[in-house]
């Protein structure tokens, strides 16, 4: 198995910038956090969840592929140290709309199913992310369609871009 450093690092190549990492105040980086963290729940980070990360990040955030990399390699850079998911939370619950939180958990279902395979840590971690946002089962039922669904993913209502 690679490692998933190595795996990120040679998927999204890093850029020196003589900066930290941004901390996880942002909603686009409490966005981006959240689905990166999804991706290493399961320990087993493969490239049809880098894909499927960097492709949400565009959609969602409206956004470049250049600028979309420089938040997962953001996000990424936090994943290296002590992470905790809790910061983003709290940004996403206090800064989404319902519908942006629902949104955010269909993406969080799109990472877990990617790879065909559900983890009892990915679970664990989309019940902690429910909870914190305050969604219910229904709505968590409701996101788990949609990301099966071939519907095009629509920009966040809350994202600061363009």
Same mark, same amino acid.
């Given at each position: ?12 190549? !890093?850029?020196?910038?003589? =900066?930290? !990492?941004?901390? &996880? ?8 956090? +959240?689905?990166?963290?999804? !991706?290493? @729940?399961?320990? =087993?980070?493969?490239? *049809? ?8 990040? =565009?959609? *969602? ?11 997962? /390699?953001? @996000? ?9 998911? /809790?910061? &983003? ?26 790879? /065909? ?9 989309? /019940?902690?992310?429910?909870?914190? +946002? ?8 409701? @996101? ?13 209502? &809350?994202? &600061?871009?363009?």
């Amino acid at each position: 198995m690679i490692p998933l450093s190595s795996l990120f690092s040679r998927f999204f190549p !890093a850029k020196k910038t003589g =900066q930290e !990492a941004v901390p &996880c105040l942002s909603r686009e980086m409490a966005f981006v956090g +959240l689905l990166v963290e999804m !991706a290493y @729940a399961d320990a =087993q980070l493969d490239e *049809r969840e880098m894909e499927m990360i960097k492709h949400i990040v =565009q959609e *969602r955030l409206h956004l470049k592929e250049e600028d979309a990399l420089l938040l997962l /390699r953001q @996000a990424h850079e936090m994943m290296q140290k002590d992470y905790d998911h /809790r910061p &983003c939370t709290k940004t996403v619950a206090s800064g989404f709309s319902h519908g942006d939180k629902l949104s955010l958990i269909e993406d969080l279902w799109r990472i877990l199913l990617v790879d /065909r395979y559900v983890d009892v840590r990915e679970s664990k971690l989309l /019940r902690s992310v429910q909870l914190a +946002l305050g969604m219910s089962l229904e709505d968590i039922e409701k @996101a788990r369609e949609r990301a099966t669904s071939t519907e095009p993913l629509k920009p966040l209502e &809350c994202s &600061c871009q363009g």
